[in-house]
């Protein structure tokens, strides 16, 4: 008798889940209400780190999306609660990143960032951006979300059952209390910005590329910068390409949520410039309409280059001042006392 190969069981168990993470986002691709698809995907990356951390945490991560979705969508009207609401789950994202939940904060934050800065429409309810955030808005925003990242923890902890896969590491306590220092004022000082003078616009991509180039640590945050830019530049051609050769929204809503699952998958095993070039893709596919894509895809170019930018103006002259006052008091300890 041939032997059996149990490594088939998780695999095709890990086959399987990526099909059924597909059904709600392809069934609302073929349906009249195929341009709020993005909003079942916006779960999926913070239910996945969650996962990550542990099966049950994947509930927590896709909760976090839904809440996100509804505090951003209701205080989207005023850019000052906006900036605190921002700062506070920054400031819950640094703390969490001293357990490993780095990449399940990242991610529900950004939900966040695309509510606060442009909030979510749902075509069911005939409302357009820059319509009044109603209840219903609101509510019916949230509830997508919600369904969205249900579906994923459930498929997640139940077809990821025997799946192996590396625990997030933790930061360094002064790791994380430095980023702290660098994201929370960066991001509420964004954010307010980009509520005040640029709503229902595509600018809360700076308040993306923020989220996904800080680091804790700074050899890691280098690096991230510059794929960061060059992926964008690779996710947009690519975006504005099948734009031009495939007219049909419903099939490039599919194209979408197929490089959603892509990028979550980048996000683990590939460099990370491959990982920021699948995200391009896929928010551009999922929130863009044909007729704007190549003027999107330029500015969402701009934006990221900003962003980055941003991180770097803040990161490297702070970074130089403190490796010159740990120098100062390396050479201060060594220096010989008086009657030495």
């Known amino acids: 008798m041939a032997p059996v190969d149990d490594r088939r069981a998780p695999r095709a168990r890990l086959l399987g889940a990526v099909l059924l993470l597909l059904l709600p986002s392809a069934a609302f691709a073929a349906s009249p209400w195929h341009a709020d698809a993005y909003l079942l995907f916006l779960a999926l990356p913070p239910t996945l780190g969650g996962f990550l951390l542990a099966p049950r945490a994947a509930w927590l991560g896709a909760g976090l999306a839904a809440a996100a979705t509804v505090v951003g969508t209701a205080v989207s009207p005023w850019p000052w609660a906006g900036a605190l609401v921002m700062a506070l789950a920054c400031a819950a994202v640094a703390r969490g990143s001293r357990s490993g939940a780095l990449l399940m904060g990242t991610t529900a934050a950004t939900p966040l960032a695309l509510a606060l800065v442009s909030p979510p429409a749902p075509a069911a309810l005939g409302i357009t951006a820059g319509g009044p955030v109603t209840p219903e808005r609101v509510l019916v925003a949230g509830a997508l979300v919600a369904v969205g990242g249900a ?28 980023y702290a220092v660098v994201l929370v004022p960066l991001m509420a000082a964004a954010t307010y910005v980009c509520m005040r003078w640029f709503p229902d616009s595509h600018a809360w991509w700076v308040l993306l590329t923020v989220l996904v180039v800080l680091h804790p640590r700074y050899d890691r945050l280098r690096s991230r910068a510059g794929a960061r830019v060059a992926g964008t530049l690779a996710g947009g051609f690519a975006a504005a390409l099948l734009v031009a050769v495939v007219p049909d929204t419903r099939v490039l809503t599919v194209l979408g949520v197929l490089c959603a699952l892509a990028a979550a998958w980048a996000n683990l095993a590939r460099p990370y410039a491959q990982y920021a070039a699948l995200l391009t893709l896929t928010v551009i596919l999922l929130t863009s309409s044909t007729g704007e894509a190549f003027a999107t895809d330029l500015a969402r170019v701009g934006l990221t280059v900003l962003g980055a930018g941003l991180v770097l103006a803040v990161v490297v002259p702070g970074r130089a001042l403190l490796d010159r006052q740990a120098a100062a008091g390396a050479g201060a300890r060594r220096a010989p006392g008086p009657g030495r």
């Open 151 to 178: 579906w994923a923890a459930l498929v997640l902890t139940t077809a990821g059952r025997g799946v192996s896969a590396p625990r997030p590491p933790g930061e360094s306590a002064r790791g994380a209390r430095l």
